[in-house]
T-cell receptor, first 113, second 110 residues
Framework: DTEVTQTPKHLVMGMTNKKSLKCEQHMGHRAMYWYKQKAKKPPELMFVYSYEKLSINESVPSRFSPECPNSSLLNLHLHALQPEDSALYLC????????????FGSGTRLTVV | GEDVEQSLFLSVREGDSSVINCTYTDSSSTYLYWYKQEPGAGLQLLTYIFSNMDMKQDQRLTVLLNKKDKHLSLRIADTQTGDSAIYFCAERRNNNDMRFGAGTRLTVKP
């Protein structure tokens, strides 16, 4: 299995909802990432889990909460989002010393109404 | 602004060569990458080059690296309509720090 699987592919949520994005990989990668990508912009790093230890981009608001239940799974919990949080959320994984870059999932297209 | 810079648009005719350019700022970056993103999809790794290399060729793709000028380019030979996408240059500064350029939107006209 050489893929990163993200679910759901599309999500529409209200500003008072709580939802979660899920990401899964079975390549044995020990680092997993959440990126946010707005239209016509590059991906921006939100969170990194490396060997299940979290690193945070300080500019990410607390309404985004990551969770790494184990080395194969990564969740992003969403609560009280704003319309400007609408974006493509990409999960990626990598292995230390991996020369082949990151493997990206196909993303979750999130719309906040 | 981004640490990695790319021109935003490139338009070519089918069958021509495309050259997408990128400049980066961190001379300590050891790995440099080109990713392709089609509409509504994630990023697909196209190719990579190590900082101790000048050139890498992989079928229709040729990557040139000028480390002195911190300039990276991607040449696509015999460009096809299926090559239309956004191409991101990226530098990897350490294992967990990948920086992307703004992306170059390549349009291939028949």
């Amino acid at each position: 299995d050489t893929e990163v699987t993200q679910t759901p592919k599309h999500l529409v949520m209200g500003m008072t909802n709580k939802k979660s994005l899920k990401c899964e990989q079975h390549m044995g990668h020990r680092a997993m990432y959440w990126y946010k990508q707005k239209a016509k912009k590059p991906p921006e790093l939100m969170f990194v889990y490396s060997y299940e230890k979290l690193s945070i981009n300080e500019s990410v608001p607390s309404r985004f909460s990551p969770e790494c239940p184990n080395s194969s799974l990564l969740n992003l919990h969403l609560h009280a989002l704003q319309p400007e949080d609408s974006a493509l959320y990409l999960c990626a994984s990598s292995q230390d010393g991996d020369l082949y870059g990151y493997t990206f999932g196909s993303g979750t297209r999130l719309t906040v109404v | 602004g981004e640490d990695v810079e790319q021109s935003l648009f490139l338009s070519v005719r089918e069958g021509d060569s495309s050259v997408i350019n990128c400049t980066y700022t961190d001379s300590s970056s050891t790995y440099l990458y080109w990713y392709k993103q089609e509409p509504g999809a994630g990023l697909q790794l196209l190719t990579y080059i190590f900082s101790n290399m000048d050139m890498k060729q992989d079928q229709r793709l040729t990557v040139l690296l000028n480390k002195k000028d911190k300039h990276l380019s991607l040449r696509i030979a015999d460009t096809q309509t299926g090559d239309s996408a956004i191409y991101f240059c990226a530098e990897r500064r350490n294992n967990n720090d990948m920086r992307f350029g703004a992306g170059t939107r390549l349009t291939v006209k028949p």
